[in-house]
């Protein structure tokens, strides 16, 4: 089992930063994909960022140029850099890793981050 522990979510104003954490603890062997998704008020969960064992790294469309996803395997835990935050990305935003070999998903309970003057 993998217990996973966000932390940096909050209010900021727009055009403010936040960094998002990620830990992953537990029976650990290794972790492939890592990432960040988000859930807005009235709207389904998407997809944010990701990065997978290689270091490659996805974005939505909306976020690109403005966050950056990055992980350090040596402490299990992914990162989101924020910036230039806008009001529609006020949501819900929720950590999922992805274990090798046995290819189990795990979520994370979710951090709230509020855009909003």
């Known amino acids: 089992q993998v217990q996973l522990v966000e932390s940096g979510g909050g209010l900021v104003q727009p055009g403010g930063s936040l960094r998002l954490s990620c830990a992953a603890s537990g029976s650990i062997f290794s972790l492939n994909a890592m990432g960040w998704y988000r859930q807005a008020p ?5 997809l944010v960022a990701t990065t997978n064992s290689g270091s490659s790294t996805n974005y939505a469309d909306s976020v690109k ?6 992980r350090d395997n040596a402490k ?3 990162y989101l850099q924020m910036n230039s935050l ?5 949501a819900v935003y929720y950590c999922h890793v992805r ?8 979520w994370g ?5 509020t855009v909003s003057s």
Do not use: M, W
């Open 42 to 46: 009235g709207k389904q969960r998407e």
């Open 65 to 70: 140029g403005r966050f950056t996803i990055s």
């Open 76 to 78: 299990n835990t992914v």
């Open 86 to 90: 806008k009001p529609d990305d006020t």
């Open 99 to 106: 274990t090798f070999p046995d290819g189990k998903n795990y």
């Open 109 to 113: 309970n979710g951090t709230l981050v």
